[in-house]
């Protein structure tokens, strides 16, 4: 089983950044990419940027490509996402997910095995 655990959330204003860490736990096999997808209210859960475990390629949303930067620190177990130039429309729950992962599966949570209980994202303008 594998264990999920976001952190970094908070209140920020236009501009602004934020850190978000996710923490892996249980037993996770190299070939597995990790996701941050969000949710806004009303809103289905997006995708936002991805990343493989092993090699470090990244994926990213057109909408926050060039704002956001995720990265994993593979002796902590730990992937983050780094946003930046923060806008009230990026306020939402952030949720990293996990799995054995195609390419073509990487933007679509139905096909993620694995979630965080997600942290919230508030931007004010």
Do not use: H
């Not at 959330?9 to 941050?36: A, I």
């Not at 995708?47 to 060039?66: H, L, M, P, Q």
């Not at 009230?88 to 095995?113: F, M, N, Q």
């Amino acid at each position: 089983q594998v264990q999920l655990t976001e952190a970094g959330g908070g209140w920020v204003q236009t501009g602004g950044s934020l850190t978000l860490s996710c923490t892996v736990t249980g037993r996770t096999s190299s070939t597995y990419r990790f996701g941050w997808f969000r949710q806004a209210p009303g809103k289905d859960r997006a995708f936002v940027a991805a990343i493989d475990w092993n090699a470090g390629y990244t994926y990213y949303a057109d909408s926050i490509k060039g704002r956001f930067t995720v990265s994993r620190n593979k002796a902590e177990n730990t992937m983050y996402l780094q946003m930046d130039n923060l806008n009230p429309e990026d306020t939402a729950v952030y949720y990293c997910g996990t799995g054995r992962l195609i390419l073509s599966s990487l933007r679509d949570e139905k096909y993620y095995s694995f979630w965080g209980q997600g942290t919230q994202v508030t931007v004010s303008s």
